[in-house]
């Protein structure tokens, strides 16, 4: 490539969909991550798409209702492209209820479902007996069932990307001089360095621990327990996470906090009890101040862009991310919501 329409600093999971998105539309892009891809937070192993809950609706809720709902058809894209499957697959998501109280509150955010989720998924209230041996233990006897919860694999998907990418000729390179529009999309270091030119936070990193188990429950939903994510993969895993660690000394390494996150889950459901642990992963993960993902001109750099901040919702997102910030990029057009801009995290 001689000349990049577009140059995306970062290979994580919204540099390489923004990416992709603009290749899509006719634009040479090149790549640039000096680590490789995926090598931040976005080569964990949880790939979690999971919804917030349906109720007290605002503007992220409904991005990420968008981005949900156009994450099939953007995975099919890319392992066409790649030849490379993803591991995403739409399967829904399994709640255990705690009590009565609980039970009467997830019957009414069914009912807002049904409206704000636009008759698109569902989200109802079933027996646990009904669930098979993969039912989280639940003291109501009752489990939440959602239909709109999806999963992937983070590094599957990373690769596919770009496999993707170079397959309609985009670089992806270590080092190269930036031409054309320049967007960051470079995670924890891009809010470390903002903060440090603002002279105040503008965010900061998030360490998480997540564990790989061997139980091959593919075809399974995933469950969600006591804020722990358990979510079957397409390879024959099942991924545990996480923590959330403001405080740490070495961001890569595990320790007790995640044997911890793993009792519990094989607490929480019976069929994980007997799986060996296979793997053992932990990162830092780019939390805004604003807590949203951060979307539009560069606070720094005025004549860039940025996108960052995907914390824990950055695969859920990355679709409706790469489009918003394609149309701004290349077409002028800006559909960014007031809450994910620059200034809604200075």
Not at 102 to 124: C, F, T, Y
Not at 137 to 156: C, E, K, N, Y
Not at 229 to 235: E, F, M, S, T, Y
Request: charged share 20%; aromatic share 6%; with cysteine.
């Amino acid at each position: 490539m001689a000349m990049a329409d577009v140059t995306v600093l970062g290979a994580g999971i919204f540099g390489l969909s923004v990416a992709w998105v603009c290749v899509l539309r006719g634009a040479k892009v090149r790549v640039i991550d000096p680590h490789g891809p995926g090598a931040g937070s976005s080569g964990g192993i949880v790939g979690a798409l999971a919804p917030h809950v349906p109720e007290q609706w605002n503007e992220k809720k409904a991005f990420q209702l968008d981005s949900l709902l156009m994450a099939a058809d953007f995975w099919a894209g890319v392992e066409t492209a790649s030849g490379l499957s993803t591991g995403y697959a739409r399967l829904g998501r399994v709640q255990p209820v705690a009590d009565v109280a609980g039970l009467d509150l997830a019957r009414a955010r069914g009912e807002s479902a049904a409206d704000l989720w636009q008759g698109q998924a569902v989200w109802e209230v079933l027996p646990a007996e009904k669930q098979g041996d993969w039912a989280p233990q639940s003291p109501s006897g009752w489990v939440i069932r959602d239909t709109l919860t999806a999963r992937l694999h983070p590094r599957m998907a990373c690769a596919a990307l770009v496999a993707a990418l170079q397959a309609r000729g985009a670089e992806v390179v270590k080092d190269h001089a930036h031409q054309g529009r320049v967007i960051h999309a470079t995670g924890v270091a891009g809010l470390d360095a903002a903060s440090a030119a603002l002279g105040r936070s503008f965010g900061s990193g998030v360490k998480g621990q997540a564990a790989l188990l061997a139980l091959d429950r593919r075809d399974a939903p995933q469950l969600f327990v006591n804020t722990i994510h358990i979510v079957p993969h397409a390879d024959g895993t099942v991924a545990i996470g996480s923590t959330s660690e403001r405080d740490y000394d070495d961001p890569k390494s595990t320790d007790a906090q995640l044997d911890a996150v793993i009792a519990r889950a094989r607490e929480a459901a019976p069929a994980l009890r007997e799986a060996p642990v296979i793997d053992r992963w932990a990162g830092v993960r780019p939390r805004s101040r604003s807590r949203a993902p951060v979307l539009g001109v560069h606070p720094v750099h005025k004549d860039h862009f940025i996108a960052n901040g995907g914390f824990k919702i950055g695969f859920g997102m990355a679709p409706k991310v790469a489009q918003v910030m394609a149309d701004l990029m290349l077409d002028g057009v800006d559909s960014i919501p007031a809450g994910f801009r620059p200034e809604a995290s200075l």
